[in-house]
């Protein structure tokens, strides 16, 4: 069992490394028709003459070519800026679908022989890994045997070269998608095969990686805790959501031309929901499109309140949400990591709630702007730039960047419990209005910390535990690790009336 355990491992690495040589290897040739069908019409004469050296050269990598490109852009731009005519200026960003249109090297060719060699080994590998693994194998139940030694959990070595990738990824991915097209042509074929976009965006990349990624830790998570029902179901949960509506049900859609949706998303986590181009698509989509925008809306103001009543945040949080799937499973062997000072927790309410208050905000300048067709309000407030710095900072930098890319360094729940502005709004019913809590068998209680320890949200639980306290926390999101941890059975996630919760 061992030896298939270190087989798998060979394979993972060698898939990860074929996966990572990738963007080094292809060939590409900037020809009149790649640039014509990759620009808007207004920009093709202007580009077709500033690229002309660089039409019908071969370039080996991806990096001079772009390089090329940009500079063909940025030195029209300077040169039309400094003619005071900077409307002429060419603001899209084409790097990306340029570099993607005219690829013609091994990986454009061969794309299946590359997805293989890199996803599919890496894939097959984590899998053998993690199956027969002797340290999953004995009578059920957790053991974070070195959790607090090992190099890979302990903010060690190994803990550093994943987060780097990871934040190298984000950064890649939002903000120079360019320098990743060999990595789109990987799974194009396969977006082809779902939603007929034969050349995929780095968003279909990134959501089929985000799928297998939650796929395969997902396994792990069965495995691991195959002691524990709720966390089985659990699990299963996010495995499904993941890949039914947030992964193939948008690209369904979008193949019978209807507006690309994850229908269990619901603002304001889906903070572009009420954007005008959002608006827009759904509403000339017809039936179906006003549907979309009536469910969300539902979602919004009666679902999200109404359940979490009932149940409390875990719902959405620890069985349905995306970003709470990657944190139960890709994130699970870091949620020891997780703060559990109480600065943290006086950092965190204002935090959260800050950006809560900002997504309204947002959204009411979005809306304000949508119906009446003026951008400034109040004299100085321009919603365009008000939601693109939100998008910036809390889209990009604060639920990518530093809420994923930094799961090995900080734990596995920084968006939800900091960042995440629908975390707060259930956080905020489940607090003064829910049937839901831990409830503390305190007598038994041994004060081992195996709880608070493993608490991803960073709640002191033995302290509740110690004073037979409920745990009703507005950031508790219900995974029930710490009750699954627990060796004397104290901790059990209940529902009840809400005036019966002792706290
Ligand atoms: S208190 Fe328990 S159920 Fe709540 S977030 Fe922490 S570990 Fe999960
Ligand atoms: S894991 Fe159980 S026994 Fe240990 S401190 Fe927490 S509540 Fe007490």
Not at 328 to 336: A, I, M, Q, V
Not at 377 to 395: E, K, N
Request: aromatic share 16%; glycine share 10%.
């Amino acid at each position: 069992m061992k030896s298939i355990s270190t087989i798998g491992l060979g394979l993972f690495l060698t898939g990860f490394a074929v996966f990572v040589l990738v963007l080094t290897v292809g060939q590409f040739r900037l020809t009149e028709e790649v640039l014509t069908a990759a620009v808007k019409p207004e920009h093709r004469a202007v580009l077709l003459e500033r690229t002309a050296p660089m039409r019908n050269q071969n370039y080996n990598n991806q990096w001079s070519f772009i390089r090329d490109f940009k500079q063909a852009v940025y030195s029209y731009n300077d040169e039309v800026r400094a003619k005071g005519q900077a409307d002429k200026a060419i603001n899209d960003s084409y790097e990306f679908p340029v570099t993607r249109a005219a690829s013609v090297g091994t990986v454009a060719e061969n794309p299946w022989l590359w997805f293989w060699l890199s996803i599919g080994l890496a894939t097959l590998g984590a899998l053998l890994y993690m199956v027969p693994n002797p340290k999953y194998k004995g009578p059920g139940g957790i053991r974070s045997n070195f959790l607090y030694q090992h190099p890979a959990t302990n903010r060690g070595w190994i803990g550093w070269l994943v987060g780097t990738f990871l934040i190298g990824f984000y950064v890649l991915l939002y903000m120079a998608p360019a320098y990743i097209t060999n990595w789109t042509l990987l799974v194009s074929p396969i977006s082809r095969a779902l939603s007929g976009n034969a050349q995929a965006s780095q968003w279909f990349l990134y959501g089929f990686l985000y799928t297998v990624v939650i796929l395969v830790m997902g396994v792990r998570m069965l495995i691991r805790y195959r002691h524990s029902r709720y966390q089985q179901w659990r699990t299963v949960s996010v495995m499904f959501f993941q890949t039914s509506f947030a992964f193939l049900i948008p690209e369904v859609l979008a193949l019978l031309n209807q507006p690309y949706q994850d229908l269990k998303s619901f603002w304001p986590l889906d903070y572009d929901f009420f954007f005008d181009y959002e608006l827009n698509a759904k509403i000339q989509a017809g039936t179906f499109g006003i549907f979309m925008l009536v469910w969300g809306i539902i979602g919004t103001v009666v679902l999200v309140p109404v359940l979490t009543y009932f149940f409390g945040k875990r719902w959405y949080c620890s069985w349905v949400c995306g970003c709470g799937g990657l944190a139960e499973t890709l994130g699970d062997p870091y949620r020891h990591l997780s703060d559990k000072s109480l600065k943290a927790w006086k950092f965190e309410r204002p935090v959260v709630h800050g950006v809560l208050v900002f997504a309204v905000v947002m959204t009411a300048l979005v809306l304000y702007t949508y119906f009446t067709g003026q951008s400034t309000v109040l004299g100085f407030l321009d919603s365009y730039s008000v939601r693109s710095t939100y998008g910036f900072y809390i889209g990009t930098l604060f639920s990518g960047v530093i809420g994923t890319g930094f799961y090995p360094i900080m734990g596995n729940r920084v968006w939800c419990r900091f960042g995440c502005p629908l975390a707060a709004y259930l956080g905020l019913v489940q607090r003064f209005k829910s049937r839901f809590r831990i409830t503390t068998n305190g007598g038994q209680c041994i004060s081992c910390g195996n709880c608070s320890a493993q608490c991803e949200m960073g709640i002191d639980v033995r302290w509740y535990a110690q004073r037979q306290q409920d745990i009703v926390r507005s950031s508790c999101v219900g995974c029930g690790i710490c009750s699954a941890v627990c060796p004397r059975g104290v901790l059990n996630l209940e529902t009840g009336r809400v005036d019966t919760r002792v706290i």
